[in-house]
């Protein structure tokens, strides 16, 4: 081998070392570089992974939350449904029993009232019934004032006991008394002014100042102005003699003459005597249930004597009023609007209110109430 050889191969060797000097120090850096971005990459991930984390216990932190609010809410929606399903349930129990108790006093009405017939029965029988015991009070007392022949023979030192029955028999045909006519009403004369004050308190009280706890005969129903303007015609302009128009129904009709019994038992006690007529025993029967509401009476107040007296027939409501009347006493004679006409004797009294009818309402409609 030639020197020229040797030294072409001495630089070839030579320049193969720096090629591989070059090479080592290029990988070390790329090692270098990507250790760098490995660590890089680690320190990202170690990043994110905190960054997870932190999500993760805020996402819990929040649903917690949320989750107690939701569940707090639904307590409470709950707990106040709950109170006003239990309101609703303590209401339907009251209306239950409510309901049941209606029941019970229908019952009850049924079996004391109907008792196999209609109430109108009932009503019509009970009226019938409280007119025949008046009939039988009044027959059995003028029975025994009867002044038989066989009587007057056996027991002539007994003109005394037999007053009653000669007076009756003389008061038919005489005149009346000088000395009973100051006692008689006179209320539209200007001579009764302190008359016609109190019977206008009365009659201001019963309409403004209504009591229905009075006393016995004190008028104790509602009492409107449309009956107080009947009333004061009657007394006033009619001077307590006469007809007025019908109030369309019994029961008010009943209040009408209630408050006129009222007034005038206030101006004359016990000397007042009421007498209704009315060709029904029905219609009595109506008459003395209304009477007793109005005016807080008992049946004690009826019969022979009494406060009030029924009558079906205008004769024997005469002569019982002429007897009243020679004992002092005052009769007032109610006629009730079935009656088509008033007897003559009814109006030599001092004191008579006739209902008149209504045109309008014919009595077949009244009596229908």
Known sequence: MTAEELSKSGLGQGGSG?????????????????????????????????S???????????TQDQFQKIQTDVGRMVQQGTADLEQRKRTLQNEIEALERRQERIQAEMKTSFAGASQDLAVRVQG????????????????????LAPTRAKKPQEPEDRGDSRADT??????????????????????????????????????????????LWQLRRTF??????????????QGGRGAVKSMGSRL??????????????????????????????ERLGEWRRGLQDCLGISRADFGTGQGVMLFDAPEPLAQRADRITADNGLPFIVVDEAESVIS????????????????MNPAAEYDSF
């Open 18 to 50: 720096g090629d591989a000097t070059t090479g080592a120090a290029d990988s070390t850096g790329l090692k270098s570089d990507w250790s760098t971005r490995i660590d890089t990459l680690r320190q990202q991930e170690t990043d994110l992974k905190r």
């Open 52 to 62: 997870i984390a932190d999500l993760q216990s805020t996402y819990n932190r929040l």
């Open 128 to 147: 019938f019934k409280d007119y025949l015991v008046g009939s039988l009070q009044d027959l059995a007392v003028a029975a025994e004032q009867l002044d």
């Open 170 to 215: 003389r008061s038919a045909n005489r005149p009346p008394r000088r000395g009973a006519e100051s006692a008689q009403p006179a209320f539209a004369s200007s001579t009764f002014e302190d008359q016609t004050d109190r019977i206008r308190s009365l009659l201001d009280q019963y309409r403004m100042r209504p009591d229905y706890y009075g006393p």
């Open 224 to 237: 409107e102005p449309i009956h107080a303007e009947r009333v004061s015609n009657w007394l006033f302009t």
């Open 252 to 281: 008010q009709n009943v209040l009408v003459a209630s408050s006129a019994v009222s007034i005038l038992y206030a101006l004359y006690g016990n000397r007042l005597r009421t007498l209704v007529l009315s060709n029904s025993p």
């Open 344 to 359: 003559l004797a009814l109006l030599q009294f001092p004191l008579w209110l006739a209902f008149a009818p209504d045109p």
